[in-house]
Every structure is written in C-alpha cells, then in structure tokens.
C-alpha cells in the first residue's frame, strides 16, 4: 500500500531543481529509481524518525539507501539550497517574513580564535602499594 507523502505541488515546485542524470549507454546497469519515488522516501524519514535502514520500500517505492544516496547527490548539486531560498523569497514578497525578530544562533556559529586554553591537567601520582609476590 503507497502513500503520498508528496504533493503534487510541492513535486512541481522542486522537479526543476533536480539535475538531470542520463543513462550511459555502454554500460547502462540498472534502471535508475524515479526521483519522486526517492524523495518520497526522504520525506518518510523526515516524518516518521526512522533510520535510513527502516524504510519500507513497498509503502515509499524506494529503499531507504537509494534514498539516502539520492539526497546526498541533491545536496551537492545545491538543490536544497535553492529549494530554501525559493522558499523564503516566495514568502517575502507575500510580507510572510518579519525580518526584524530574525535571532542567530551562537552554538552553530564557528569560534575562529577559540576560547580560552584549559588549565594542564595534574598527573595522578604512581601508586606506591606493594604488589602481591609469587
């Protein structure tokens, strides 16, 4: 039984974002898994927590590797990336963002001095007790 996790408008908002793979023709292997299916294994994993491993194929019409697999190649071709920024300049030109309450979060940004060195931690001394003869 197949679910949609994926509606078909959000499918026609991020289809033009994905690149384009073609198929070698010497050595063609097997048939690649169609790229909604594989986002909708994504989106199994984001709503229900599982791990990659878990994903049932037969609800989602992909594995959870080939899923994973697929989401990484999206992430370094900058889909998500553009996905984000359609996102936020759609939402800006409804007046959907107030920018003056924006808030940056001060654990995910890198400390490029570092803080301060710890103090050397002391040796623990050698234990003197006498060790049990043969």
């Known amino acids: 039984m197949k679910t949609q996790l994926v509606s078909d408008e959000f499918w026609a908002r991020i289809e033009p974002l994905l690149p384009v793979v073609k198929r070698r023709r010497r050595h063609p292997g097997r048939k690649r898994i169609d790229d909604r299916a594989c986002l909708e294994s994504i989106m199994y994993v984001l709503k229900t927590g599982c791990q990659w491993a878990m994903v049932p194929a037969e609800v989602t019409g992909c594995s959870g590797k080939t899923a994973w697999r697929r989401m990484d190649q999206w992430a370094a071709a900058g889909v998500w990336e553009e996905l984000h920024e359609s996102l936020l300049a759609e939402l800006n030109s409804r007046d959907g963002i107030d920018w003056s309450t924006g808030v940056i ?15 050397r931690a002391r040796p623990i001394a050698r234990r003197t007790a006498s060790r049990p003869t043969r």
Do not use: E, H, K, T
């Open 105 to 119: 979060d001060g654990g995910s940004q890198r400390a490029v001095f570092g803080g301060p060195s710890p103090a």
